[in-house]
């Protein structure tokens, strides 16, 4: 018998994903078990799916269960993005998968559910590697590639189904990799921080999760008029379906089909020049009843703690990504761009107030301000209505979320908070030369509070403050004095 056993076990020692492998590296899902990394301080299970393929006559329907597997699913490496528009090119419509990040997976951790920024038409999961919350926080993270653009917003709001069913498999299945589905946080930043707002009023996610972090977006989001230098049409991240139904409308029209099985046949090549159309979301269907923030200012939404902010200079990536790409607003310029976005009057007070000789001489500089500003003083909005802890990123040297001029005064603008966070593609990590180590006890500090919220829904300091998060610089601050609110509110 003893002789038996030793063969048996010897067998299995040598079959991938049998009984031989670390007890940490294989877990069982509904679906079947899957294979993961052990990568120093963490357990990575990558490229999990959690929903079929919306691919063939399953594109624009909601999400579908996974197809059950045989035997053990290798889990080494991440799925591809989701189809989007042509600029990525590692991008497809089989893309329903979702990674796991965990310390270990035995025991109950808090759970953090991450959705990426890029608007609702752009973006990867993958792309932000939570290895230092999770090992740090003590934390499973839990980073969702969902539909985008067309593929995710044409009709009902199919991208905000599939985040859904995310939730639904890290309710049914997290436990297997250290998880408590029990208390799961909704994260997500820009374009991932409105889904996540949207989704404390959708009726579908009641119950899936238990905190929610805000990052750069809100449940009313949209942009003014002239929010791009070159100026540009006001945007909404919300239109009622009558709106949405018109767009596609023009779509079938320009590709000359009368209903959507014609379109489910059109490959995705086609359907370049129409994906534009799609950067909003959809109210007044199954998934949104309402509007979000309508929902919000009604009290239409769930009741969890939120942990919500913003960057001291958001809107300076704006004016940034022009003058890569050739335009940068010069000091002479600058008073026409602000005049033709806010009108003559209003136009000459706001120059006097915000003069392009305060930022070098910078009209590029002195714009991002001027946006950040009348934007952060903008009262009544759905974080207003949220009861929630907040919070300003203000650190002058941070990183800017693409590469700007060398000589780009960026500050705290929009998605540079991420690196202290997560290791984001294309940017340099925290533990590089590019970071001192005052940004470095602020990563750290900025993991501990986040990763406290997700445990017990209290980031550690008083919710009557918006706390400053910046090197050396961590504290208490009053947000409409720093943005000259009484200035804009005289404005009317």
Same mark, same amino acid.
């Given at each position: 018998?003893?002789?038996?056993?030793?063969?048996?076990?010897?067998?299995?020692?040598?079959? $991938?994903?049998?009984?031989?492998?670390?007890?940490?590296?294989?877990? @069982?899902?509904?679906?079947?078990?899957?294979?993961?990394?052990?990568?120093?301080?963490?357990?990575?299970?990558?490229?999990?799916?959690?929903?079929?393929?919306?691919?063939?006559?399953?594109?624009?329907?909601?999400?579908?269960?996974?197809?059950?597997?045989?035997?053990?699913?290798?889990?080494?490496?991440?799925?591809?993005? +989701?189809?989007?528009?042509?600029?990525?090119?590692?991008?497809? @419509?089989?893309?329903?998968?979702?990674?796991?990040?965990?310390?270990?997976?035995?025991?109950?951790?808090?759970?953090?559910?991450?959705?990426?920024?890029? /608007?609702?038409?752009?973006?990867?999961?993958?792309?932000?590697? $939570?290895?230092?919350?999770?090992?740090?926080?003590?934390?499973?993270?839990?980073?969702?590639?969902?539909?985008?653009?067309?593929?995710?917003?044409?009709?009902?709001?199919?991208?905000?189904?599939?985040?859904?069913?995310?939730?639904?498999?890290?309710?049914?299945? %997290?436990?297997?990799? *250290?998880?408590?589905?029990?208390?799961?946080?909704?994260?997500?930043?820009?374009?991932?921080?409105?889904?996540?707002?949207?989704?404390?009023?959708?009726?579908?996610?009641?119950?899936?999760?238990?905190?929610? %972090?805000?990052?750069?977006?809100? +449940?009313?989001?949209?942009?003014?008029?002239?929010?791009? $230098?070159?100026?540009?049409?006001?945007?909404?991240?919300?239109?009622?379906?009558?709106?949405?139904?018109?767009?596609?409308?023009?779509?079938?029209?320009?590709?000359?089909?009368?209903?959507?099985? +014609?379109?489910?046949?059109?490959?995705?090549?086609?359907?370049?020049?129409?994906?534009?159309?799609?950067?909003?979301?959809?109210?007044?269907?199954?998934?949104?009843?309402?509007?979000?923030?309508?929902?919000?200012?009604?009290?239409?939404?769930?009741?969890?703690?939120?942990?919500?902010?913003?960057?001291?200079?958001?809107?300076?990536?704006?004016?940034?990504?022009?003058?890569?790409? *050739?335009?940068? %607003?010069?000091?002479?310029?600058?008073?026409?761009?602000?005049?033709?976005?806010?009108?003559?009057?209003?136009?000459?007070?706001?120059?006097?107030?915000? $003069?392009?000789?305060?930022?070098?001489?910078?009209?590029?500089?002195?714009?991002?301000?001027?946006?950040?500003?009348?934007?952060? +003083?903008?009262?009544?909005?759905?974080?207003?209505?949220?009861?929630?802890?907040?919070?300003?990123?203000?650190?002058?040297?941070?990183?800017?979320? %693409?590469?700007?001029?060398?000589?780009?005064?960026?500050?705290?603008?929009?998605?540079?908070?991420?690196?202290?966070?997560?290791?984001?593609?294309?940017? @340099?990590?925290?533990?590089?030369?590019?970071?001192?180590?005052?940004?470095?006890?602020?990563?750290?500090?900025?993991?501990?509070?986040?990763?406290?919220?997700?445990?017990?829904?209290?980031?550690?300091?008083?919710?009557?403050?918006?706390?400053?998060?910046?090197? /050396?610089?961590?504290?208490?601050?009053?947000?409409?004095?720093?943005?000259?609110?009484?200035?804009?509110?005289?404005?009317?």
């Amino acid at each position: 018998m003893k002789k038996i056993a030793g063969l048996l076990l010897t067998a299995a020692l040598t079959v $991938p994903g049998c009984a031989g492998d670390p007890p940490d590296l294989v877990a @069982e899902t509904s679906a079947g078990a899957v294979e993961g990394v052990r990568d120093d301080s963490v357990t990575r299970f990558r490229g999990i799916p959690y929903a079929a393929p919306p691919v063939g006559d399953l594109r624009w329907r909601a999400p579908q269960p996974v197809a059950a597997w045989d035997g053990v699913r290798e889990s080494s490496e991440s799925g591809p993005a +989701c189809a989007q528009g042509p600029q990525r090119k590692d991008a497809s @419509e089989d893309c329903l998968h979702l990674d796991v990040t965990t310390p270990a997976p035995d025991g109950e951790r808090p759970v953090v559910v991450w959705l990426h920024g890029g /608007g609702f038409s752009e973006g990867a999961g993958f792309d932000y590697d $939570p290895r230092r919350m999770a090992a740090q926080g003590d934390v499973v993270v839990v980073t969702v590639e969902f539909r985008l653009g067309l593929y995710g917003f044409l009709g009902d709001n199919y991208g905000f189904q599939d985040q859904q069913a995310a939730l639904r498999w890290v309710r049914d299945n %997290i436990r297997e990799f *250290g998880g408590d589905p029990r208390n799961v946080t909704l994260m997500g930043q820009s374009g991932g921080a409105i889904g996540a707002c949207a989704q404390l009023t959708a009726p579908g996610a009641r119950g899936l999760f238990h905190r929610a %972090i805000l990052m750069s977006g809100e +449940c009313d989001a949209a942009m003014p008029k002239d929010f791009t $230098p070159t100026g540009s049409a006001p945007f909404d991240f919300f239109r009622p379906a009558a709106a949405t139904q018109a767009v596609v409308r023009s779509t079938m029209t320009a590709l000359d089909c009368d209903d959507l099985d +014609c379109l489910r046949r059109k490959p995705v090549a086609e359907f370049e020049k129409e994906y534009p159309k799609y950067g909003a979301a959809t109210y007044g269907v199954p998934t949104l009843p309402q509007d979000p923030g309508a929902a919000v200012a009604a009290g239409n939404y769930a009741k969890v703690p939120v942990l919500a902010g913003l960057t001291r200079n958001e809107h300076r990536l704006t004016s940034g990504i022009f003058a890569v790409a *050739g335009w940068r %607003i010069s000091a002479g310029e600058y008073p026409g761009v602000i005049a033709k976005a806010f009108g003559a009057g209003a136009g000459a007070r706001i120059v006097g107030e915000y $003069p392009a000789s305060r930022y070098g001489g910078d009209g590029a500089v002195a714009w991002g301000d001027v946006f950040t500003d009348s934007m952060a +003083c903008q009262t009544g909005g759905s974080l207003d209505e949220l009861p929630s802890f907040r919070y300003e990123f203000a650190d002058p040297d941070a990183q800017p979320l %693409i590469d700007l001029p060398s000589d780009f005064d960026a500050g705290a603008s929009h998605g540079s908070e991420l690196p202290m966070l997560f290791e984001v593609a294309g940017r @340099e990590p925290v533990t590089s030369d590019y970071y001192t180590d005052a940004q470095r006890d602020l990563a750290a500090r900025m993991i501990g509070y986040w990763t406290a919220f997700a445990r017990s829904g209290d980031t550690g300091w008083d919710a009557e403050d918006t706390m400053q998060l910046a090197p /050396g610089a961590t504290g208490p601050v009053d947000v409409a004095e720093e943005h000259r609110c009484d200035f804009w509110q005289s404005l009317g």
